[in-house]
């Protein structure tokens, strides 16, 4: 048995939440990786698809987000539309503790429009892939100054999409004092390299089989 998120430092808001939503005890990935998440460390977390890798990296970057300030300061990048709609929907379920939390999602193959009225109204967190992502920071319509916590989401799959170049760029117009995170099924030289560049003093969590 995994334990309980109680175990965590998490508000009473936010267990009561995880408790609604039937989340009773963590997985092994979100009991590996949440006490150095919410402490703060860079991470480079190995578990496959379905393990809970969203709330292992959404509960850390709910916990230190500031709902009073509409800056961008989570982003999460993914490899594909439907993953980055699937977290973002994860998000908005853990961060129903919280008002005013609002969640921008940034992909390519969508209409440019309701994106740009997103980002003018504000949006402390964004998921998105890492083209449209780009696009967006090079037309000055988001803005990172702010960020405190980067996830690379499936970072193998993005680098399997050709994505490299764009997480580079994209990395560049983030602050340099910031948590990174880094999921991926695999650990491929590709991710080795993009963890030694953008992680800083990372802590491993590898979770085989199970959950
Ligand atoms: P991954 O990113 O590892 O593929 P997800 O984060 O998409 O996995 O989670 C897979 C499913 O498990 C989702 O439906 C999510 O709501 C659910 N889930 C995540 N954590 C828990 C938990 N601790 N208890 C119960 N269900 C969970
Ligand atoms: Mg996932």
């Given at each position: 048995?995994?334990?309980?998120?109680s175990?965590?430092?998490?508000?009473?808001?936010?267990?009561?939440?995880?408790?609604?939503l039937?989340?009773a005890?963590?997985?092994?990935?979100?009991?590996?990786?949440?006490?150095?998440?919410?402490?703060?460390?860079?991470l480079?977390?190995q578990?496959k698809?379905?393990?809970?890798?969203?709330?292992?990296f959404?509960?850390?970057?709910?916990?230190r987000?500031?709902?009073k300030?509409?800056?961008?300061?989570?982003?999460?990048?993914c490899?594909?539309r439907?993953l980055?709609?699937?977290?973002?929907?994860e998000?908005?379920?853990?961060?129903?503790?919280?008002?005013n939390i609002?969640?921008?999602?940034?992909?390519g193959?969508?209409?440019?429009r309701?994106?740009?009225?997103?980002?003018?109204h504000?949006?402390?967190?964004?998921v998105?892939?890492p083209?449209?992502?780009l696009?967006?920071?090079?037309r000055?319509s988001?803005?990172?100054?702010?960020?405190q916590?980067?996830?690379?989401?499936?970072?193998?799959?993005m680098?399997?999409?050709?994505?490299?170049?764009?997480?580079?760029?994209?990395v560049?117009h983030?602050?340099?004092?910031?948590?990174?995170?880094?999921?991926?099924?695999?650990?491929?030289e590709?991710?080795?390299e993009?963890?030694?560049?953008?992680?800083r003093?990372?802590q491993?969590?590898?979770v085989?089989?199970?959950?």
């Open positions: 048995m995994n334990a309980s998120f175990t965590l430092p998490l508000s009473a808001a936010a267990l009561a939440n995880l408790e609604q039937g989340y005890e963590m997985t092994a990935i979100q009991a590996a990786s949440l006490p150095l998440a919410l402490a703060g460390k860079d480079i977390a578990a698809t379905g393990s809970g890798k969203t709330a292992a959404a509960l850390a970057l709910l916990q987000l500031d709902a300030s509409f800056a961008t300061q989570a982003l999460v990048l490899p594909t439907e980055a709609d699937q977290v973002t929907q998000i908005r379920r853990l961060a129903r503790a919280e008002d609002k969640v921008v999602t940034l992909c193959g969508v209409a440019l309701g994106q740009l009225s997103s980002l003018e504000g949006a402390q967190i964004a998105g892939t083209g449209r992502v696009d967006h920071l090079e000055g988001l803005e990172l100054k702010a960020l916590t980067l996830v690379l989401d499936e970072a193998d799959r680098l399997d999409m050709g994505f490299h170049d764009d997480i580079v760029a994209v560049k983030c602050p340099a004092q910031r948590q990174t995170l880094l999921f991926s099924a695999t650990y491929p590709g991710i080795a993009l963890a030694r560049r953008f992680l003093d990372p491993t969590v590898k085989a089989e199970q959950h």
